[in-house]
């Protein structure tokens, strides 16, 4: 018996056509999943280096060690997501919902994290370097490790730790 859903079918073939295009962009096709539902997905160390995840819903899921370089997930879900490793260089966030989610160790160099929410969220050892926080809101959020020095607009960010930087 096949227990594989119909969904878990197109999001496998999505995920292949953006390997093939990561490859060779001359073959496969970028992902885009955009207001998709994707809630409790585990999508462990894949690769959706500049995917489309405009308005996706995210909750619950796992992309531990993920490649999301580049991808715009602006406006997603991210509520209790857990990214911790992830490489989200460049990534576009703005907007995103990003509540209770594990982010240790990822990288968010030169990301656009504008507006952002952080409450809850694990944000140890994280590398902000570059990242625009322009009106995020650190309160709440387990913030150790992090150099906030680097970021765009810093000044417009609140919750910020007195000593970011131990």
């Given amino acids: 018996m096949n227990d594989i ?26 992902a885009d999943l955009s207001g998709r539902s994707l809630t409790s997905v585990h ?4 690769n959706l280096s500049n995917a489309t995840l405009k308005g996706a819903d995210l909750e619950h899921a796992i992309l531990v060690d ?35 989610a594990n982010l240790g160790g990822a990288d968010l160099m030169n990301a656009d994290l504008r ?21 995020c809101d650190f309160t709440d959020a387990i913030v150790y490790g992090v150099d906030f020095s680097t970021c765009i607009g810093w000044e417009q960010a609140k919750g910020i730790p007195i000593t970011p930087y131990p």
Avoid at 119 to 133: K, M, P, S
């Fill in 115 to 135: 507006g952002i929410i952080f409450g809850g969220t694990n944000l140890i050892g994280v590398n902000l370097d570059g990242a625009d926080i322009t009106g």
């Fill in 43 to 46: 999508l462990i160390g894949v």
């Fill in 5 to 30: 859903s119909y969904m878990d079918n197109i999001l496998k073939q999505v995920i292949d056509d953006h390997q093939l295009w990561v490859k060779a962009s001359t073959q496969g096709k970028r």
């Fill in 66 to 100: 993920a490649n999301l370089t580049c991808a715009d997930l602006r406006g997603a879900c991210l509520i209790d997501v857990n990214m911790a490793g992830a490489n989200l260089t460049g990534a576009k966030l703005a907007g995103a919902q990003l509540t209770n």
